[in-house]
C-alpha cells in the first residue's frame, strides 16, 4: 500500500529538549516536504526536498533542520523546541512535476506540544 | 508572491443539499495544477480532487466537481447531495509546474453537514 508514514502521532515535550519527527514513505517519490499547520493560517512549508541530500528551506524554517539522506526518508529536527513550535505537522510526497503523481501523499500528522 | 485564498472560514450545509466552496489564487504562471484537499476529524488529508490548468474542462469526482475560471483564478469546489461523511475543513491548493515546486495552500473551509 502507497503510504507516508509519521511518527509519532502525538508530542508533549519542554522546551529545549530536542526531538526529531520520522517520516518514510514507499512510493520511491523524488519530492518530500515538511508542513505545519495552524489555526486560521492553513498549511506552511517547513523545509522541502527534490532528492537526496538536496533540501532547501520553505517559508517558516526558523527553528527547524531536516536531512535526506536516504530518498524515502525526510526526518524533521527540532533542535531546540519552544513553546511557538506547539502546532500540526505533516510530512508529504509527491512524483515530479510534469508526472501524473504530481498530488502529494500526506503522512498521519504530528500533534507537538512544547509545554 | 503566490497565494491561496479562501474567503469562507466556515460553511454548513443540510444533509442531501449542494455547497460551493470558494478559493482564488493568484500566480503569474500559466501551467500549474490545483487541488482540494479534504480533512476529517482524524486530521488525515486526503485528495478529493484535481485540475490542471491546461485542461478546460471542470474535472469532477463522483459527487465533487469543481468550477474552474482560469482567467478570473477561481477554483471553486461543488458537493452535490452533501453526507455526513463530508464534514471536514477543505484546503484549497495550488502548485506551478515550474520554479520551487512547493505547494501553497489556503486557510482553509471548515464544512459542516447537517442532519
Known amino acids: 500500500e502507497a503510504q507516508v508514514t509519521q511518527n509519532p502521532r502525538y508530542l508533549i515535550t519542554v522546551t529545549g529538549k530536542k526531538l526529531t519527527v520520522t517520516c518514510s514513505q514507499n512510493?520511491?517519490?523524488?519530492?518530500m516536504s515538511w508542513y505545519r499547520q495552524d489555526p486560521g493560517l492553513g498549511l506552511r512549508q517547513i523545509y522541502y526536498s527534490m532528492n537526496v541530500e538536496v533540501t532547501d528551506k520553505g517559508d517558516v524554517p526558523e527553528g527547524y533542520k531536516v536531512s535526506r539522506k536516504e530518498k524515502r526518508n525526510f526526518p524533521l529536527i527540532l533542535e531546540s523546541p519552544s513553546p511557538n513550535q506547539t502546532s500540526l505537522y505533516f510530512c508529504?510526497?509527491?512524483?515530479?512535476?510534469?508526472?501524473?503523481?504530481?498530488?502529494?501523499?500526506f503522512g498521519q500528522g504530528t500533534r507537538l506540544t512544547v509545554v | 508572491a503566490q497565494t491561496v485564498t479562501q474567503s469562507q472560514p466556515e460553511m454548513s450545509v443540510q444533509e442531501a443539499e449542494t455547497v460551493t466552496l470558494s478559493c482564488t489564487y493568484d500566480t503569474s504562471e500559466n501551467n500549474y495544477y490545483l487541488f482540494w484537499y479534504k480533512q476529517p476529524p482524524s486530521r488525515q488529508m486526503i485528495l478529493v480532487i484535481r485540475q490542471e490548468a491546461y485542461k478546460q474542462q471542470n474535472a469532477t469526482e463522483n459527487r465533487f466537481s469543481v468550477n474552474f475560471q482560469k482567467a478570473a483564478k477561481s477554483f471553486s469546489l461543488k458537493i452535490s447531495d452533501s453526507q455526513l461523511g463530508d464534514t471536514a475543513m477543505y484546503f484549497c491548493?495550488?502548485?506551478?509546474?515550474?520554479?520551487?515546486?512547493?505547494?501553497?495552500f489556503g486557510t482553509g473551509t471548515r464544512l459542516k453537514v447537517l442532519a
Open positions: 491548493a495550488f502548485i506551478p509546474f515550474s520554479g520551487t515546486y512547493k505547494y501553497i
Open positions: 512510493m520511491n517519490h523524488e519530492y
Open positions: 508529504a510526497s509527491s512524483g515530479r512535476q510534469g508526472a501524473r503523481d504530481t498530488e502529494a501523499f
